[in-house]
């Protein structure tokens, strides 16, 4: 089985920068823009030898988005007093409108509050939008695999139907974020950044098509129509047959009536995930000491949790520290000398 896949790209992009205010504060800046993207991408597919010719299906997907974020400097240089050397609020917010899967609206706003000299706290919380890729929505091919499950009460496997292709009723993954931090300079030679973050993903896409072990966690996947078995199964298999849907494989006895599984093995917003943990970013500067410049510095986080879900309704399992998922701990040293 060959499945390539061929994209073109093009981007245009149109920016406004800069102060439109002086306020006692410092500059009330703006950043605003519009974007576009055009997106062709091509899927082919081949099943059988190296001489198996191509099929190709062509698709498209145009983006337009239009962003501004507004830079307000409450307190600043030209009105500081005690306790607030500096207070800066950030709002911004994005508008992205796809021709495939619709349209969101994110926002974003953060404030710095610079208490004294060498101490500053800062905060900020936002929401994201992440567009399922082509390939996802349409897949590279559309057929049901006759393949063989592992049964989780022993025993045969049981041979089961899945379904490829596309689902058009994809939809975008969400994400909420929120963080806060701590930046002290306690000289010139000293700076220490702590963060704590907060990030909720939804709707992950996921796929099952290929996972022969599915039904040993049968029980998460409650409610979501990708599990079917006993007479379900075989009316399902039997509606997609009916729609043009090929059968790869033989059915057992020959008959959509005697398929006890079926899995819809398409793309679907089903996982979701949370990670919360610390970010530390130090440096320390040496100068002046006959051998030249040195600058040490320390960077990096520390996971509290780290929870995935293959559905909403599954139960969250801890996945610090396996292979594919993130680490606990990460750091890294680095030692400049000029």
């Known amino acids: 089985f060959f499945a390539p896949t061929a994209s073109d790209f093009k981007g245009y992009e149109l920016r406004l920068n800069g102060a439109i205010a002086t306020l006692p504060g410092g500059d009330l800046a703006l950043a605003t823009g519009y974007e576009r993207q055009d997106i062709d991408v091509a899927l082919g597919s081949a099943r059988g030898g190296p001489t198996t010719p191509l099929t190709w299906r062509h698709f498209g997907r145009e983006v337009n988005s239009v962003y501004a974020e507004l830079q307000i400097p409450v307190f600043g240089a030209g009105n500081a007093r005690p306790g607030f050397q500096r207070l800066t609020v950030n709002a911004a917010i994005r508008y992205d409108d796809y021709s495939d899967v619709g349209d969101t609206s994110n926002e974003k706003f953060g404030v710095t509050w610079k208490l004294a000299p060498t101490i500053a706290l800062r905060g900020s919380y936002g929401s994201s939008f992440r567009a399922p890729l082509i390939t996802q929505i349409y897949g590279n091919s559309n057929n049901l695999f006759v393949q063989n499950y592992q049964n989780p009460a022993g025993g045969a496997p049981i041979t089961g139907v899945a379904l490829s292709g596309q689902n058009l009723d994809l939809g975008p993954e969400t994400a909420t974020t929120w963080s806060t931090g701590l930046d002290w300079e306690?000289?010139?030679?000293?700076?220490?950044?702590?963060?704590?973050?907060?990030?909720?993903?939804?709707?992950?896409?996921?796929?099952?098509?290929?996972?022969?072990?599915?039904?040993?966690?049968?029980?998460?996947?409650?409610?979501?129509?990708?599990?079917?078995?006993?007479?379900?199964?075989?009316?399902?298999?039997?509606?997609?047959?009916?729609?043009?849907?090929?059968?790869?494989?033989?059915?057992?006895?020959?008959?959509?009536?005697?398929?006890?599984?079926?899995?819809?093995?398409?793309?679907?917003?089903?996982?979701?995930?949370?990670?919360?943990?610390?970010?530390?970013?130090?440096?320390?500067?040496?100068?002046?000491?006959?051998?030249?410049?040195?600058?040490?510095?320390?960077?990096?986080?520390?996971?509290?949790?780290?929870?995935?879900?293959?559905?909403?309704?599954?139960?969250?399992?801890?996945?610090?520290?396996?292979?594919?998922?993130?680490?606990?701990?990460?750091?890294?040293?680095?030692?400049?000398?000029?």
Do not use: C, H
């Open 186 to 338: 306690p000289s010139d030679a000293w700076r220490i950044a702590l963060t704590y973050f907060d990030v909720s993903y939804e709707n992950q896409v996921a796929s099952y098509l290929s996972n022969t072990a599915i039904l040993a966690r049968e029980a998460d996947f409650a409610g979501t129509g990708i599990i079917l078995r006993g007479a379900a199964a075989g009316q399902r298999v039997q509606e997609l047959i009916n729609q043009g849907i090929t059968v790869v494989g033989a059915l057992p006895g020959g008959s959509a009536a005697n398929v006890a599984v079926f899995v819809d093995g398409r793309s679907q917003n089903l996982g979701v995930s949370s990670m919360r943990g610390f970010d530390l970013a130090s440096r320390y500067a040496l100068r002046g000491t006959g051998v030249g410049d040195f600058l040490f510095s320390l960077s990096g986080s520390y996971l509290t949790k780290y929870q995935v879900a293959i559905t909403a309704a599954a139960p969250q399992l801890d996945r610090l520290n396996t292979i594919f998922n993130p680490l606990k701990l990460k750091l890294r040293a680095a030692v400049n000398w000029s």
